[in-house]
């Protein structure tokens, strides 16, 4: 019987007991012959207690597991398997050295046949990839956060015309499939020049923000994307909404945004701020493409402001 300390070798026995991974050598019947020294403190188990022990007692939780299926296959096959990372990440439970209630380590398992002497034996190497796994997570997050502020508008915080570009593009394709209705608004601040030569354009951005702010509170289904258009245009993608409750909502938009009685500049020639809004709805014959519908909205934004502005258009009318 071999184990960490008994090897034939004392300069061997001394170059696995330095190594920073762990080894176990178990024989045919998953008896463990070889422990070396960085399970201990990882797993709280010197070689001597595990010594001719049977692996899977040892480590009851490892049977039904990937390795328990490696190292039978190795036993009976004469199979190599490196256990993939999308499995467990944490087979064995082992713990960072000395710290037996931290976090499991995240590990890499190989699991590697061999005969000696007329007898077959399984060599398993665990690897800590705790640190590299740690990287990971934390570039994912740092990936996923730069996605969500790359779809946010930085003065309004609300959707940029990035994520519009994209929503619109989706919910388009899902009405199509599936048939639904889907309505386009888009929005525009009336005499907003006026505004900004009166007030100054930083004042100017204060208002873009309470409007970007109003319209977003006014939709109240989780599909409805409020997003900044470009300037001081903004659009609001409503999925399942039909031209008629489309106007609706418009109205409720323009209602709202003209009650917050925000004063305008005196060349405005209206007290407050307004909106002008387009509505354009998807349909299957004509309005079956975004370029197509963003124009029909845009064409009816641009009745509203020809008719006075402070109105909702929708398309077709006007
Ligand atoms: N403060 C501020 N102003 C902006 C921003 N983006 C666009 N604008 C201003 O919005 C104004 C838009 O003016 P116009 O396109 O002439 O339209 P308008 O004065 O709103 O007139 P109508 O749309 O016809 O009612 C311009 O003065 C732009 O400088 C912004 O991010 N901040």
Same mark, same amino acid.
């Given at each position: 019987?071999?184990?960490?300390?008994?090897?034939?070798?004392?300069?061997?026995?001394?170059?696995?007991?330095?190594?920073?991974?762990?080894?176990?050598?178990?024989?045919?019947?998953?008896?463990?012959?070889?422990?070396?020294?960085?399970?201990?403190?990882?797993?709280?188990?010197?070689?001597?207690?595990?010594?001719?022990?049977?692996?899977?007692?040892?480590?009851?939780?490892?049977?039904?597991?990937?390795?328990?299926?490696?190292?039978?296959?190795?036993?009976?096959?004469?199979?190599?398997?490196?256990?993939?990372?999308?499995?467990?990440?944490?087979?064995?439970?082992?713990?960072?050295?000395?710290?037996?209630?931290?976090?499991?380590?995240?590990?890499?398992?190989?699991?590697?046949?061999?005969?000696?002497?007329?007898?077959?034996?399984?060599?398993?190497?665990?690897?800590? !990839?705790?640190? +590299?796994?740690?990287?990971?997570? @934390? $570039?994912?997050?740092? =990936?996923?956060?730069?996605? *969500?502020?790359?779809?946010?508008?930085?003065?309004?915080?609300?959707?940029?015309?990035?994520?519009?570009?994209?929503?619109?593009?989706?919910?388009?394709?899902?009405?199509?499939?599936?048939?639904?209705?889907?309505?386009?608004?888009?929005?525009?601040?009336?005499?907003?020049?006026?505004?900004?030569?009166?007030?100054?354009?930083?004042?100017?951005?204060?208002?873009?923000?309470?409007?970007?702010?109003?319209?977003?509170?006014?939709?109240?289904?989780?599909?409805?994307?409020?997003?900044?258009?470009?300037?001081?245009?903004?659009?609001?993608?409503?999925?399942?909404?039909?031209?008629?409750?489309?106007?609706?909502?418009?109205?409720?938009?323009?209602?709202?945004?003209?009650?917050?009685?925000?004063?305008?500049?005196?060349?405005?020639?209206?007290?407050?701020?307004?909106?002008? !809004?387009?509505? +354009?709805?998807?349909?299957?014959? @004509? $309005?079956?493409?975004? =370029?197509?519908?963003?124009? *029909?909205?845009?064409?009816?934004?641009?009745?509203?402001?020809?008719?006075?502005?402070?109105?909702?258009?929708?398309?077709?009318?006007?």
């Amino acid at each position: 019987m071999t184990n960490s300390t008994e090897t034939d070798s004392p300069l061997a026995s001394r170059a696995l007991n330095l190594l920073d991974c762990g080894v176990i050598v178990v024989d045919a019947n998953h008896e463990i012959m070889v422990w070396n020294a960085w399970l201990a403190p990882r797993s709280g188990r010197s070689a001597a207690r595990v010594r001719k022990q049977s692996l899977f007692d040892v480590f009851p939780t490892l049977r039904g597991s990937r390795v328990e299926a490696a190292v039978l296959a190795a036993l009976a096959d004469n199979t190599a398997t490196a256990i993939p990372l999308s499995d467990n990440r944490t087979p064995f439970p082992l713990r960072q050295a000395g710290s037996f209630d931290g976090a499991p380590i995240d590990q890499s398992v190989a699991v590697t046949p061999f005969d000696e002497d007329g007898e077959r034996y399984c060599l398993i190497e665990i690897r800590d !990839i705790s640190g +590299a796994m740690d990287r990971e997570r @934390r $570039l994912l997050d740092h =990936a996923e956060s730069l996605r *969500a502020r790359s779809y946010v508008d930085g003065l309004t915080g609300i959707a940029n015309r990035r994520y519009f570009d994209v929503a619109i593009d989706r919910e388009l394709r899902r009405a199509q499939r599936h048939d639904r209705e889907l309505s386009l608004l888009l929005i525009d601040i009336d005499s907003f020049k006026a505004y900004n030569d009166h007030f100054g354009h930083q004042q100017g951005d204060t208002c873009l923000t309470a409007v970007a702010q109003a319209l977003a509170g006014q939709l109240k289904r989780p599909a409805d994307v409020a997003a900044r258009y470009g300037g001081e245009e903004f659009a609001a993608i409503l999925p399942d909404t039909t031209a008629e409750q489309a106007r609706g909502v418009a109205n409720a938009i323009r209602e709202h945004v003209a009650s917050l009685g925000i004063p305008h500049a005196p060349a405005a020639g209206r007290p407050c701020v307004t909106l002008s !809004i387009g509505v +354009a709805s998807f349909s299957k014959e @004509r $309005l079956n493409e975004t =370029a197509v519908l963003i124009e *029909a909205a845009d064409k009816a934004l641009y009745a509203a402001k020809h008719n006075g502005r402070n109105l909702v258009v929708v398309d077709g009318e006007g």
